[in-house]
């Protein structure tokens, strides 16, 4: 890692003060502990980061359990949250004062792992609950009162445990764990075999526990789903379930992400993956085609009704663009039987709206009811002609009620057998209130804009932005949407590549000097790009010998001596619209012409690289607009968007950058470049101190470097010498005479990746 800036020398040291450590072993990590814990922790976290080491070292265990957690905590922190320190704080005083002490290393050293097998909080504290339960239960004592004696089978534990979340979920862990209590308490001995998953009844009791499908096990799979179908990229966050009688009971999405159960069992012969696809599609489908509604004069009765049909509205939506899912749904939805709930006794209404739902997706239903057939067969011939939206779903459902209301649905006794449909969210996102005028409230709510400049865009990604008068980050701060530019004639690249053909030519030429040229050969490959002779003919032989063959009998080449992944972001600001002195070109063309030159000579060179825009109009308004991806080629429709550029709005620099950065880290490069083209300052019309902005740009550069991304800014105003340098350090260019960018750009590409 780089030095800590001379600047941090002093926080540094009154941290070292702070840590109060008389151990050398800390001087020789503390620094480098400090740096990463920067990149994740605010200085309230760092402050709680030293003042629990600082503990740890003060409590009698000597070095490691400091060491340990200085190194450990940042990466766990990163995952769970830094307010995740203080369940974790409490179990460690709990282990502290038991005479369990000797297991606090092993439990310290076990938190990045289980961080990862329990990306929240919530199953965090979950887990420790269970371990402190382990703890107390199986800790023993003389005379009754007093524990003295130490849990034979708590480090165990500790030490299998993300082991054993990697196979089930924290609630089976529970069962698991309970199983071991209940039966070898006092065999210390065999409860230690338990633990250790020695024991044959223990790795009985987890192959019954592991039932069921982890969503941190496949979050990567329903990723790929939500993208490849749906377009959608939201986080999938998870809550735990069957422990304590949780009251999180369906799934729902905010700002946050998308919130699903951490387990879901097989259900009517449908693994669990694909309950997670229905379950996914279903909230996709949600943030398609649904819009919210404004909730204060209904009653729940209507809004339960509405909410139904709705839900139903979406899954005939679903059918209809991909008929593969209509099994999966249909097995999953509860099919009522008519008459099977008494309105005497029960308040029917959800028995009904369940009857109904499954009505509208299933024309082969089988019910009898009038009202049913009726409204069923009117919502799906409306779907059918696309003519049905959110707000014509109200009306219908309003006189649904209206028209099939009994006194008895006021009945305290509600039929709920067969209405449960476990796919589905809790329809929050379906309801707005008056009352919630606060501009907080209304965070997800994008600006409206001109329909004549709308883009086809994803929901938004919302970012923190930094507050250096606070020296904290304002959690959630920015609405980011992202899209498509728009396309436009991609003749006018032509036409400008044509115009400086002896410069591209001059750059190709340079350019081909940069190729790498060394290929590696990869052997013994069961895919790859041609068969291996010597090594086929080898199979061959022991194929004819009666023995074994191998079946890698393929090679594949890669490229040696160069690995860079780009990306180009744009400042597409309104600025950029203004002429040049010496020309009668505008800013935006002559970067069009530099970008097409880049585009087109990097194309050449073979590496990945992407090109992205981004302008903004206040912090709950920022877009970025997708010009060249790294899957696609330099082809038509790149040079299509290109050619369309359109300046306009402000410059909220840092947001972007996160964006960018999202993609580009996920780029398989040794190093990876984020280039930005800018005319001017950070700036935007709801910022009136110029210094907020400049600061979030130097804190994402700063943040971009800890991920390992090299940022470097070419600067087109000529009085860029006064902030530039503040955000960018010494990793920058400022270009005086515009005029001369289309050749400057790829050279300076050239002169960053030689």
Same mark, same amino acid.
């Given at each position: 890692?780089?030095?800590?800036?001379?600047?941090?020398?002093?926080?540094?040291?009154?941290?070292?003060?702070?840590?109060?450590?008389?151990?050398?072993?800390?001087?020789?990590?503390?620094?480098?502990?400090?740096?990463?814990?920067?990149?994740?922790?605010?200085?309230?976290?760092?402050?709680?980061?030293?003042?629990?080491?600082?503990?740890?070292?003060?409590?009698?265990?000597?070095?490691?359990?400091?060491?340990?957690?200085?190194?450990?905590?940042?990466?766990?922190?990163?995952?769970?949250?830094?307010?995740?320190?203080?369940?974790?704080?409490?179990?460690?005083?709990?282990?502290?004062?038991?005479?369990?002490?000797?297991?606090?290393?092993?439990?310290?050293?076990?938190?990045?792992?289980?961080?990862?097998?329990?990306?929240?909080? =919530? &199953?965090?504290?979950?887990? @420790?609950?269970?371990?402190?339960? !382990?703890?107390?239960?199986?800790? +023993?004592? $003389?005379? %009754?009162?007093?524990?003295?004696?130490?849990?034979?089978?708590?480090?165990?534990?500790?030490?299998?445990?993300?082991?054993?979340?990697?196979?089930?979920?924290?609630?089976?862990?529970?069962?698991?764990?309970?199983?071991?209590?209940?039966?070898?308490?006092?065999?210390?001995?065999?409860?230690?075999?338990?633990?250790?998953?020695?024991?044959?009844?223990?790795?009985?009791?987890?192959?019954?526990?592991?039932?069921?499908?982890?969503?941190?096990?496949?979050?990567?799979?329903? =990723? &790929?789903?939500?993208?490849? @179908?749906?377009?959608?990229?939201? !986080?999938?966050?998870?809550?735990? +379930?069957? $422990?304590? %009688?949780?009251?999180?009971?369906?799934?729902?999405?905010?700002?946050?992400?998308?919130?699903?159960?951490?387990?879901?069992?097989?259900?009517?012969?449908?693994?669990?993956?694909?309950?997670?696809?229905?379950?996914?599609?279903?909230?996709?489908?949600?943030?398609?085609?649904?819009?919210?509604?404004?909730?204060?004069?209904?009653?729940?009765?209507?809004?339960?009704?509405?909410?139904?049909?709705?839900?139903?509205?979406?899954?005939?939506?679903?059918?209809?663009?991909?008929?593969? &899912?209509?099994?999966?749904? @249909?097995?999953?939805?509860?099919?009522?039987?008519?008459?099977?709930?008494?309105?005497?006794?029960?308040?029917?209404?959800?028995?009904?709206?369940?009857?109904?739902?499954?009505?509208?997706?299933?024309?082969?239903?089988?019910?009898?009811?009038?009202?049913?057939?009726?409204?069923?067969?009117?919502?799906?011939?409306?779907?059918?002609?696309?003519?049905?939206?959110?707000?014509?779903?109200?009306?219908?459902?309003?006189?649904?009620?209206?028209?099939?209301?009994?006194?008895?649905?006021?009945?305290?006794?509600?039929?709920?057998?067969?209405?449960?449909?476990?796919?589905?969210?809790?329809?929050?996102?379906?309801?707005?209130?008056?009352?919630?005028?606060?501009?907080?409230?209304?965070?997800?709510?994008?600006?409206?804009?001109?329909?004549?400049?709308?883009?086809?865009?994803?929901?938004?990604?919302?970012?923190?932005?930094?507050?250096?008068?606070?020296?904290?980050?304002?959690?959630?701060?920015?609405?980011?949407?992202?899209?498509?530019?728009?396309?436009?004639?991609?003749?006018?690249?032509?036409?400008?590549?044509?115009?400086?053909?002896?410069?591209?030519?001059?750059?190709?030429?340079?350019?081909?000097?940069?190729?790498?040229?060394?290929?590696?050969?990869?052997?013994?490959?069961?895919?790859?790009?041609?068969?291996?002779?010597?090594?086929?003919?080898?199979?061959?032989?022991?194929?004819?010998?009666?023995?074994?063959?191998?079946?890698?009998?393929?090679?594949?080449?890669?490229?040696?001596?160069?690995?860079?992944?780009?990306?180009?972001?744009?400042?597409?600001?309104?600025?950029?619209?203004?002429?040049?002195?010496?020309?009668?070109?505008?800013?935006?063309?002559?970067?069009?012409?530099?970008?097409?030159?880049?585009?087109?000579?990097?194309?050449?060179?073979?590496?990945?690289?992407?090109?992205?825009?981004?302008?903004?109009?206040?912090?709950?308004?920022?877009?970025?607009?997708?010009?060249?991806?790294?899957?696609?080629?330099?082809?038509?429709?790149?040079?299509?968007?290109?050619?369309?550029?359109?300046?306009?709005?402000?410059?909220?620099?840092?947001?972007?950058?996160?964006?960018?950065?999202?993609?580009?880290?996920?780029?398989?490069?040794?190093?990876?470049?984020?280039?930005?083209?800018?005319?001017?300052?950070?700036?935007?019309?709801?910022?009136?101190?110029?210094?907020?902005?400049?600061?979030?740009?130097?804190?994402?550069?700063?943040?971009?470097?800890?991920?390992?991304?090299?940022?470097?800014?070419?600067?087109?105003?000529?009085?860029?010498?006064?902030?530039?340098?503040?955000?960018?350090?010494?990793?920058?260019?400022?270009?005086?005479?515009?005029?001369?960018?289309?050749?400057?750009?790829?050279?300076?590409?050239?002169?960053?990746?030689?």
């Amino acid at each position: 890692m780089e030095a800590l800036p001379s600047n941090s020398s002093l926080e540094l040291h009154q941290l070292r003060e702070k840590l109060d450590s008389r151990f050398p072993q800390v001087d020789d990590v503390f620094e480098e502990c400090i740096k990463e814990a920067k990149a994740v922790l605010s200085p309230l976290g760092i402050e709680q980061y030293i003042e629990q080491a600082r503990f740890l070292g003060k409590m009698g265990r000597g070095v490691e359990p400091m060491i340990i957690f200085l190194q450990e905590w940042p990466q766990a922190a990163n995952i769970l949250g830094e307010k995740s320190l203080e369940c974790i704080k409490e179990t460690i005083h709990a282990i502290w004062k038991s005479p369990n002490g000797s297991a606090i290393t092993a439990f310290l050293e076990s938190l990045p792992a289980i961080s990862r097998r329990l990306p929240s909080e =919530d &199953l965090l504290k979950e887990y @420790l609950a269970v371990t402190v339960d !382990l703890m107390n239960r199986t800790s +023993t004592s $003389i005379h %009754g009162i007093h524990k003295t004696y130490a849990s034979p089978s708590l480090v165990d534990f500790i030490q299998h445990s993300h082991q054993l979340l990697g196979v089930m979920s924290i609630s089976g862990l529970k069962n698991w764990v309970e199983y071991g209590i209940r039966n070898y308490h006092h065999h210390p001995d065999n409860q230690r075999a338990f633990f250790q998953l020695k024991s044959s009844d223990s790795k009985a009791v987890m192959q019954r526990e592991r039932s069921g499908t982890l969503l941190v096990d496949n979050t990567r799979k329903l =990723d &790929l789903y939500l993208l490849g @179908l749906w377009n959608e990229t939201e !986080l999938l966050v998870p809550y735990p +379930t069957g $422990i304590n %009688g949780s009251l999180i009971h369906a799934p729902y999405y905010d700002h946050t992400g998308i919130r699903l159960p951490d387990v879901y069992e097989d259900l009517n012969e449908i693994p669990g993956i694909d309950r997670y696809r229905a379950t996914l599609a279903h909230m996709a489908g949600h943030r398609t085609w649904s819009n919210p509604i404004f909730a204060d004069n209904f009653s729940p009765l209507q809004r339960l009704a509405v909410e139904f049909i709705e839900d139903a509205r979406i899954d005939f939506l679903i059918i209809k663009q991909y008929p593969g &899912l209509e099994n999966l749904l @249909l097995s999953l939805h509860p099919k009522p039987i008519e008459g099977e709930c008494d309105p005497q006794s029960h308040s029917c209404i959800r028995h009904r709206l369940a009857m109904l739902s499954r009505a509208i997706i299933d024309i082969n239903h089988g019910y009898q009811d009038a009202d049913i057939r009726h409204y069923s067969e009117k919502i799906r011939t409306l779907l059918a002609k696309e003519d049905l939206s959110t707000q014509e779903v109200l009306n219908i459902a309003l006189s649904y009620v209206a028209k099939t209301r009994l006194q008895s649905d006021q009945l305290p006794q509600t039929y709920f057998k067969d209405t449960e449909i476990s796919y589905r969210d809790d329809n929050r996102h379906l309801w707005k209130f008056y009352e919630l005028s606060d501009d907080e409230e209304q965070f997800d709510l994008k600006p409206a804009t001109d329909s004549a400049e709308e883009i086809q865009t994803l929901p938004p990604r919302h970012y923190p932005e930094w507050d250096y008068a606070s020296q904290t980050y304002r959690p959630d701060w920015v609405s980011l949407y992202e899209g498509l530019h728009p396309a436009g004639d991609p003749r006018e690249i032509d036409q400008i590549l044509e115009k400086h053909s002896v410069l591209a030519k001059r750059l190709k030429r340079l350019f081909d000097l940069l190729k790498p040229q060394n290929q590696v050969r990869i052997r013994y490959q069961e895919e790859g790009d041609e068969l291996d002779l010597d090594v086929a003919l080898r199979s061959l032989i022991d194929l004819k010998s009666g023995n074994q063959p191998d079946l890698r009998i393929n090679m594949s080449h890669k490229t040696n001596g160069r690995s860079i992944a780009v990306m180009l972001l744009l400042d597409l600001s309104e600025s950029l619209n203004a002429k040049i002195e010496s020309s009668n070109q505008s800013i935006l063309e002559l970067s069009q012409e530099a970008v097409a030159l880049f585009a087109s000579s990097i194309d050449t060179l073979g590496d990945p690289f992407a090109i992205a825009g981004f302008h903004s109009n206040s912090r709950h308004d920022v877009n970025y607009l997708h010009i060249k991806g790294y899957s696609e080629s330099w082809n038509e429709d790149v040079k299509g968007r290109l050619a369309n550029l359109n300046a306009k709005h402000s410059t909220r620099m840092g947001a972007a950058m996160r964006h960018a950065a999202h993609y580009l880290n996920g780029q398989s490069a040794d190093k990876k470049l984020m280039i930005v083209l800018t005319d001017g300052e950070p700036s935007d019309i709801d910022v009136s101190d110029e210094n907020v902005l400049i600061q979030d740009a130097r804190q994402a550069v700063i943040e971009l470097d800890h991920m390992g991304i090299f940022t470097y800014c070419i600067n087109l105003d000529k009085n860029a010498d006064q902030y530039v340098g503040n955000i960018f350090g010494k990793q920058f260019t400022v270009i005086d005479r515009i005029e001369k960018l289309p050749e400057q750009l790829p050279r300076l590409f050239m002169a960053l990746t030689h």
